[in-house]
């Protein structure tokens, strides 16, 4: 049996290949371009929003630097805390002072972004905490509960407050000073799974 002989078309020329290839890298750059206006503004929010969170999970304020006295006007937000909490919240958050800013841990180790804010009213002044699960490039920071002030409330009293600080030896604890009068007075937060809790250090007894 003869043997037979495949006929097999001969290839395109290589500049139509060429081309076809270029037509191709055209079609999806210009789907690329042409979706931009769905995609991009979400993207460009969640860069930002990643940028202020590590901003203020790494702030340190200067120190014994006063954040708070009604008495002065002294009213002291770091920008890297409003930029944040306007893009996470719109339009933002009300504070006369940011007394605490910085990541925390809880005790079985989930890293926290916790922000303590007080205000200042004609009842006397208040502080309240909020607790932040930070966000990652594909899910948005998260508020842990709804915010409230009084947690600490100095009744009828005005606080001339000092920005708080974390504890190097336990990364769940803070402090913070309080002037109300002539008195100082010294407080305390602890990060746990339920959220933040203030309270102020009481002398120790003899």
């Not at 008495?71 to 339009?91: C, D, Q, R, V």
């Not at 937060?189 to 809790?197: A, E, K």
Request: charged letters at 20%; hydrophobic letters at 40%.
């Amino acid at each position: 049996m003869p043997d037979t002989l495949l006929d097999y078309a001969p290839p395109p020329p290589m500049h139509r290949r060429r081309r076809f290839r270029h037509i191709c890298l055209f079609t999806i750059f210009t789907a690329f371009i042409a979706s931009a206006w769905w995609w991009a503004p979400p993207a460009w929010r969640r860069i930002e929003l990643l940028y202020w969170q590590h901003k203020c999970m790494v702030y340190q304020p200067p120190p014994d630097q006063i954040v708070a006295d009604p008495a002065t006007g002294t009213k002291i937000i770091p920008a890297e805390w409003s930029n944040f909490y306007s893009l996470l919240s719109p339009p933002g958050f009300r504070s006369d002072g940011t007394v605490f800013l910085h990541q925390l841990k809880t005790p079985d180790g989930k890293l926290r972004l916790v922000a303590v804010d007080s205000e200042h009213s004609a009842s006397g002044d208040a502080i309240g905490a909020r607790v932040i699960i930070p966000g990652t490039i594909l899910r948005s920071p998260e508020e842990t509960s709804p915010f409230v002030y009084g947690q600490i409330f100095f009744l009828g009293e005005t606080a001339r407050i000092t920005a708080g600080k974390v504890d190097p030896q336990d990364p769940s604890h803070f402090s913070f000073s309080a002037n109300v009068g002539r008195e100082t007075r010294l407080f305390e937060g602890w990060l746990n799974q339920y959220g933040v809790s203030i309270d102020e250090r009481r002398p120790a007894t003899k």
